[in-house]
């Protein structure tokens, strides 16, 4: 079995964060691993609070994993303070495994999760470690400071965004209107297109942390890094489909629709 870390904040809602990572790994089939660098007290109506982990405790979570276990994929979503970011890139700079960056910036209900002196730590010492980092629309017009209004506007910001050093780019264009969902992948000069239509479903907490998750749960499996995308966007797609009431707000994906749907024959409503 693969071994899949993230490094991520708390979601105490359970529908994204170190929660949703964990159940995208369980769910493909590998070992998940967790550093907790925040903790949010949220629910399906949006974050009422967060307290960073100290970096002193990132930093023991993380020895304590690489001193024992091997790490065969990182995805790493909030990390919302400038000393954490430094010891994180100072911990990954030894792995030689991919690193899949999710760049968490602003939550769903617009609440901010990272801050600003972080946001440039996030671009300097993160960013060319990464394999691949998965910013959305809202998250790319931070990093490279102009709007994204179009695909053409996309694949501009993530050849603007590519001269900074890292590796490959996927934005995810589903802030853009339109009937189908576009997002894209910025590889080695070469655009590539991932095209859907647009599901009309409410409940969609969750979706950037588990499509970054699984990315790197495929990739930890041997699969390409387009095969590795093209399976994790199918996945989230099919979580989005099952997706489900929670609270009184924004419930989340079904991680483990396969498993209910062939399994559990009891109606539980």
């Known amino acids: 079995m693969k071994h899949v870390l993230t490094i991520a904040g708390s979601d105490s809602g359970g529908g ?5 990572d964990l159940k995208t790994f369980s769910a493909l089939g590998v070992y998940g691993m967790s550093v907790i660098t925040a903790v949010t007290a949220q629910n399906t109506l949006g974050v009422q609070a967060v307290e ?3 970096p002193r405790l990132v930093e023991a979570q993380l020895t304590s994993i690489f001193s024992d276990i091997r790490v065969d994929a990182v995805k790493i979503g909030m ?4 000393e954490t970011i430094q010891i994180i890139a100072n911990q990954l700079k030894q792995c030689d495994a991919p690193i899949i960056l999710d760049p968490v910036m602003v939550a769903k209900g617009g609440h901010g999760l990272l801050r600003e002196d972080a946001e440039q ?3 300097e010492h993160l960013l060319p470690l990464a394999t691949l980092v998965t910013p959305n629309i809202p998250e790319i017009e931070r990093m490279i400071g102009r709007t994204v209004q179009s695909l053409s506007d996309m694949k501009q910001a993530t050849v603007e965004l590519a001269k900074r050093p890292g590796g490959a780019i996927l934005l ?9 969902a576009i997002d894209l992948l910025y590889t080695q000069g070469s655009h590539y297109v991932y095209e859907q239509k647009r599901l009309n479903r409410q409940h969609t907490h969750g979706t950037g942390c588990t499509l970054s998750a699984a990315i790197a749960a495929r990739l930890a499996q041997g699969d390409s890094l387009y095969d590795s995308i093209m399976y994790a966007k199918q996945y989230v797609t099919e979580a989005i489909r099952h997706g489900f009431s929670l609270g009184h707000g924004i419930g989340p994906t079904h991680h483990f629709y ?5 399994n559990h024959v009891t109606d539980y409503s």
Do not use: C, M, T
């Open 258 to 262: 396969e498993l209910w749907r062939g």
């Open 16 to 20: 994204a964060g170190i929660q949703a």
């Open 52 to 54: 960073d982990v100290s």
């Open 121 to 123: 730590a996030l671009l």
């Open 79 to 82: 990390v919302s303070n400038q």
């Open 172 to 180: 995810k264009g589903g802030h853009l209107d339109g009937q189908q």
